[in-house]
């Protein structure tokens, strides 16, 4: 099994390589642009594997991506590769656009010219897997259910509108050109690699430094938490057994209001790693995010129902291993945090302007 996974570099990407890689025996070429979010650190466990390669390019170059296509010869595509940070997206919507919608318009144009040229059993058995995200289907009120497959998109911010633009390209190719494409559609993942500029690893690094622990407006807001080694497992399943044409939604089943996540980390710190003080005391409310959706929930029924899927992790298990990995690998954040992303808060163009 030859597998190219697009965005591989990056936090999920990463643990599916990882996962297809070390677990699966699958053969992996990584295509990454290695923007600010993509590291070759996140791919150590696998440098030296004879079953994975890594190809630095840029998915909305199509030479670049058709060259790939020819070379490694791919049994399926995951496509992972995207900008994923709304507070990011609302200060440079730009990247959002030509990234999420032109670079999938690109690869899924490459890809179909690649399975055209196919014979028997390969073409029939190729797939293509769009991996998206649960914030195309916008936000849920308190008492308003779970997204499941047939909720309506009502994207509310530049990064979760070019997310559903492109879903909606990768419907379009399977419906109009027969081209063997099926999308996922993740809750909020979290656990070790996660890039930290993001909630989980941000408030744990700030705790560690003694700096303050920003939750938006009142820290009410909901997610649903998946952990991403349960998300490559998912994903890998998906691609192997799901409906072509089809959307799964993959959720962990772990609703939590964000206050509520950033104290059990807290707590988790003040026994692992005691301070002079609680760390609840660094908790800071700032200025909520423009159009923050309230709450995000997945329906996982059918990839539990008809793949087999169940979430090995709880948000309990999880969370406890996050921070212990972070606390345990600064190898992998100190070179981001000194380099790249200090801790800022990003998101504010908007409120400036």
């Known amino acids: 099994m030859r597998i190219l996974i697009t965005g591989g570099a990056g936090f999920i990407g990463s643990a599916l390589v990882r996962h297809l890689v070390q677990e699966v025996g699958a053969e992996v070429l990584t295509l990454d642009k290695l923007t600010y979010a993509g590291t070759l650190s996140s791919l150590r466990a696998v440098e030296q594997a004879p079953n994975h390669r890594f190809l630095r390019a840029d998915i909305c170059d199509r030479r670049a991506v058709a060259a790939a296509l020819d070379d490694f010869k791919p049994d399926r595509i995951y496509h992972l590769a995207a900008e994923s940070h709304v507070d990011r997206s609302l200060d440079g919507p730009a990247d959002f656009i030509s990234t999420n919608i032109v670079g999938t318009y690109t690869l899924l144009e490459c890809a179909r010219q690649y399975w055209l040229g196919l014979d028997g059993a390969r073409k029939s058995g190729f797939r293509f897997l769009h991996v998206s995200t649960d914030e195309v289907y916008g936000s849920l009120g ?11 998109y009502d994207p509310s911010s530049p990064y979760s509108a070019s997310k559903a633009a492109s879903d909606h390209l990768v419907t379009s190719w399977h419906r109009s050109y027969g081209f063997p494409a099926l999308i996922s559609n993740c809750s ?3 656990g070790p690699y996660h890039f930290p500029e993001k909630l989980i690893p941000l408030t744990i690094l700030n705790a560690v430094h003694g700096k303050e622990l920003p939750v938006y407006g009142n820290g009410t807001n909901v997610r649903d938490w998946l952990y991403v080694e349960d998300h490559a497992r998912a994903l890998h399943l998906i691609g192997s057994e799901g409906r072509l044409g089809e959307k799964y939604n993959v959720g962990g089943r772990n609703e939590r209001r964000n206050i509520d996540v950033v104290t059990s980390i807290c707590r988790i710190l003040d026994r692992v790693r005691p301070g002079t003080r609680p760390h609840e005391s660094l908790i800071t409310y ?4 423009p159009g923050h959706d309230f709450r995000y929930a997945i329906d996982a029924t059918r990839l539990e129902q008809e793949l087999g899927w169940r979430a090995q992790e709880t948000f309990e298990t999880g969370i406890e291993k996050t921070v212990l990995w972070y606390l345990d690998n600064d190898w992998w954040w100190r070179p981001l945090r000194e380099t790249v992303y200090a801790g800022t808060r990003l998101g504010t163009a908007v409120n400036a302007a």
């Open 188 to 190: 909020n993942n979290y």
């Open 142 to 152: 308190a008492d308003d259910g779970l997204f499941t497959e047939q909720t309506a």
């Open 286 to 289: 700032v200025t909520d995010r």
